[in-house]
């Protein structure tokens, strides 16, 4: 496969991603991996390019805070934090809505939803006109890739299209569980305690 290296305002981009095809591009974060979320086919690419457990549900990536309510439940809490840190460097771990593809959820108690703080990456997602499965760019287990040059290094023909550009804190999203209870699995720029403040708030 030949990868083709484009910008964002490239029209084919959105056509490959509705075709199923595996892109990468840039976030504020680290660079991602991604493919439409209700294509089986694209959801098998993805593990394939990654090199990872078929069993591990990808983060759903959003290009709008209003549309979380579509794919999982809220509750005042879990509004709390969207409207605090949302878009931006954060991953959330809620609970799925049940009419989801089997490959979106794997079973999961639930959903990893993120709303990145980059335009041009929220722009793309709604001109899709759908969420896309993300994760970061780098093969299983391996460190995350953090610009364009490494992506090209490790993806360059494994994968359709590589978007140049630049990612801004090369720092993976901090990710949080919100149910009963708040808690911790990764701390990226945002810190566990500035999410528990606004949690806890009455």
Not at 11 to 38: H, M, Q, R, W
Not at 54 to 63: A, I, Q, Y
Not at 176 to 188: A, F, T, Y
Request: with cysteine; net charge negative; hydrophobic share 35%.
């Amino acid at each position: 496969m030949k990868t083709e290296h484009i910008l964002f305002d490239n029209e084919k981009l959105i056509s490959a991603i509705l075709c199923g095809k595996v892109v990468s591009f840039p976030t504020e974060t680290v660079y991602g991996l991604g493919v439409v979320y209700d294509s089986m086919e694209a959801f098998e690419k993805l593990v394939e390019v990654k090199k990872r457990r078929p069993d591990k549900p990808f983060t759903l990536m959003l290009g709008r805070i209003e549309d979380i309510e579509r794919y999982a439940y809220v509750n005042d809490k879990i509004n709390r934090v969207i409207s605090h840190f949302m878009p931006g460097e954060i991953t959330i771990l809620i609970k799925p809505r049940e009419n989801l593809y089997e490959w979106v959820t794997l079973n999961s108690k639930y959903i990893g939803i993120r709303v990145p703080d980059y335009k041009e990456v929220c722009s793309l997602i709604n001109e899709v006109g759908k969420p896309l499965l993300v994760t970061s760019a780098n093969m299983s287990g391996e460190p995350v890739l953090k610009n364009y040059e490494e992506v090209c290094r490790v993806f360059d023909d494994k994968i359709s299209y590589i978007v140049k550009g630049e990612t801004r804190s090369s720092k993976p999203s901090t990710i949080v569980i919100c149910d009963e209870d708040l808690s911790l699995v990764r701390e990226g720029n945002i810190s566990f305690e500035e999410i528990k403040k606004v949690w806890e708030e009455e």
